[in-house]
């Protein structure tokens, strides 16, 4: 059974920083692509960044492109999201999520990012 547990959100200040991570399991992590997601109040879910199966390759939303690093270890089958700079507009639940076919995607629970002074 495949489980996603995204853990280190939290209440940070404006231009601070936090590093969220996705500890999966039930699955092979390292032939896979992850993906962070966020959804903020009545907004969409919106693509936030995405690592190769080797962490070879990555790509970022325009919004978080300069300030958010994704990367893996496989050794841990755990990706990981670096958010630096962070501002109120960061504010949302970060999901986690992979694709093992176009029909079985899977997200973890949500973690809640709060930029606020």
């Known amino acids: 059974q495949v489980h996603l547990v995204e853990s280190g959100g939290g209440l940070v200040q404006p231009g601070g920083s936090l590093r969220l991570s996705c500890t999966t399991s039930g699955f092979m992590f390292n032939a896979y692509g992850m993906y962070w997601y966020r959804q903020a109040p009545g907004k969409d879910r919106e693509f936030v960044a995405l690592?190769?199966?080797?962490?070879?390759?990555?790509a970022y939303g325009d919004s978080v492109k300069g300030r958010f690093t994704i990367s893996r270890d496989n050794s841990r089958s755990t990706v990981y999201l670096e958010m630096n700079n962070l501002q109120p507009e960061d504010t949302a639940v970060y999901y986690c999520?992979?694709?093992?076919?176009?029909?079985?995607?899977?997200w973890g629970q949500g973690t809640q990012v709060t930029v606020s002074s």
């Open positions: 999520h992979t694709k093992i076919t176009p029909q079985e995607r899977y």
């Open positions: 690592t190769s199966s080797q962490g070879l390759s990555t």
